[in-house]
């Protein structure tokens, strides 16, 4: 089987690849990004020379560049992680948001729809995309695949966008689609613009901790080496037409998260107690905040057999551990030189 990744050299992609480089010797993997600032193929060190792994520098919002490369690969199934997701970044500037999220999926569905035609027998499009779709929650209840779609940002409006587009061709033309939704990821490689990395590097450099408004925004976290499981559930075992959200099952407010991460910080660091929390600094809050996110996930739970591996206790000491043993990894991403290794080992 030929498996087109797209954005596997970001956060969440860069485990999905490894997972299926490293469990399934017998699929080819093909890994396409763009290598934008959120793709670092130092990721991927480790299964870079595999024999059923290829690296492809490409754009998804180049309809024709993504035609060709269908045609002349001749992919089996797509896994579609490639996406622009900061928040901030969206409000900054949202149409390439929209160019991205909304017209690279939609070159992706029309190039497979195309190569596939009619017959769809062990064929696969699947969607990852993110809880922010459902919109905010107030102080109860859980996002299930049965919420309405509520975006409020640029981000998560592009990505319900992308949603429906997915579903729009399953409905359509009969592409065989899949669809997950997922809560916040944490866990090793997460750029550092990111809540958990950026606390995390500030702390261990004794540089101020910021905090949107006073800290009371509540998210479920999910592990992200727990996202690439259920990812492998999904596209192995998951329903065709299928929606399957993926959480991590448990809440955190953003002020508690943060002030776990600096007990656990000066502990690994050997400082006094207390000391990390010194360093937090709430900054104004984000446009259009969501206030709760919180996801159902039984239904993966029930049908596929999937569950969370690690407490976010857990997951959280495995992530700051990895981060402290990879600093020339931080140093890389912060000094933005991870950006040359492309040219270093594949521009040649």
Request: net charge negative; charged share 25%.
């Amino acid at each position: 089987m030929k498996i087109l990744i797209t954005g596997g050299a970001g956060f969440i992609g860069s485990h999905v690849v490894r997972l299926f480089v490293t469990k399934y010797p017998n699929y080819q993997i093909f890994n396409l990004d763009k290598l934008t600032y959120a793709g670092n193929l130092q990721n991927l060190t480790d299964i870079e020379d595999a024999p059923n792994y290829t690296f492809i520098k490409g754009d998804i919002t180049d309809q024709e560049y993504i035609n060709g490369l269908f045609q002349e690969h001749q992919f089996d199934a797509v896994m579609h992680l490639a996406a622009e997701s900061h928040v901030d970044r969206s409000i900054t500037d949202p149409m390439a948001f929209v160019r991205t999220n909304v017209n690279g999926t939609c070159n992706l569905l029309h190039a497979a729809k195309e190569l596939w035609k009619s017959d769809f027998t062990d064929k696969v499009f699947y969607h990852i995309s993110t809880d922010e779709v459902y919109g905010s929650l107030g102080e109860e209840g859980m996002f299930t695949e049965e919420t309405k779609y509520d975006p409020r940002s640029p981000y998560s409006a592009s990505k319900a966008s992308s949603d429906h587009f997915v579903r729009a061709y399953y409905h359509t033309y009969g592409l065989p689609v899949k669809v997950s939704n997922c809560s916040n990821n944490y866990g090793p490689n997460h750029f550092p613009e990111k809540l958990i990395p950026l606390a995390l590097n500030n702390i261990k450099n004794n540089k101020p901790v910021p905090v949107y408004g006073k800290g009371e925004n509540i998210r479920d976290w999910l592990y992200v080496i727990d996202h690439a499981r259920a990812i492998d559930d999904v596209f192995h075992k998951g329903k065709e037409g299928d929606t399957y959200n993926i959480g991590g099952v448990n809440e955190w407010r953003n002020i508690d998260l943060i002030h776990l991460l600096c007990d656990i910080m000066d502990q690994k660091l050997d400082r006094e107690p207390g000391t990390s929390r010194k360093l937090i600094t709430f900054v104004t809050d984000r446009a259009g905040h969501d206030l709760r996110y919180a996801i159902d996930s039984s239904k993966i739970m029930n049908e596929l057999g999937w569950k969370p591996s690690v407490t976010f206790e857990e997951g959280l000491e495995k992530t700051v551990d990895w981060y402290l043993q990879n600093e020339e990894w931080l140093q890389n991403v912060t000094s933005g030189s991870y950006q040359e290794y492309y040219n270093e080992q594949y521009a040649r």
